[in-house]
């Protein structure tokens, strides 16, 4: 189509030269509007996302959200996972820890509780009244499978 545009754009030139050649530069040319056109896409070809709209948000834990890693000499985040009556950590239904993160919770109170930081049968006192990061009443899976 662009071909025969030019050939006539020649021929016109040569007929009517006494017309402003500039007039009908190529820039010049009007061409039907891009709507008319026929594209080789189908327009009903389906739309590739980069990503699901629908997907859900990933679930982590409390300390993976945060990038925050166990250390032994932090007693007073280690107490919130240890029951304040028996001194057990609290299991992972119930503190929505990863298992990676859980694991090194537990060995973390087990290192503080030999370098006697925390207390082995209780929650330290001094950290009752810390807020909650999790409700050990109401477990966040039901059960522990």
């Given at each position: ?26 820039a ?57 009556y ?46 909650k ?13």
């Open positions: 189509m662009l071909s025969s545009i030019r050939t006539r754009f020649s021929v016109a030139r040569v007929i009517l030269g006494y017309i402003n050649k500039d007039a009908f530069a190529p010049a040319i009007c061409l039907p509007h891009p709507r008319n056109y026929t594209t080789t896409i189908d327009s009903n070809a389906p739309i590739e996302l980069k990503e699901n709209p629908f997907a859900k948000e990933k679930i982590q834990c409390v300390l993976c959200k945060h990038g925050i890693n166990p250390d032994y000499k932090n007693v007073q985040l280690l107490s919130q996972f240890q029951s304040p028996t001194g057990r950590v609290y299991g992972r239904h119930i503190t929505g820890l990863c298992q990676n993160r859980h694991e090194q919770v537990e060995r973390e109170i087990i290192k503080a509780q030999n370098a006697g930081l925390m207390p082995t049968y209780h929650k330290a006192v001094e950290f009752l009244n810390d807020p990061l999790f409700d050990p009443e109401k477990a966040i899976r039901p059960h522990k499978y």
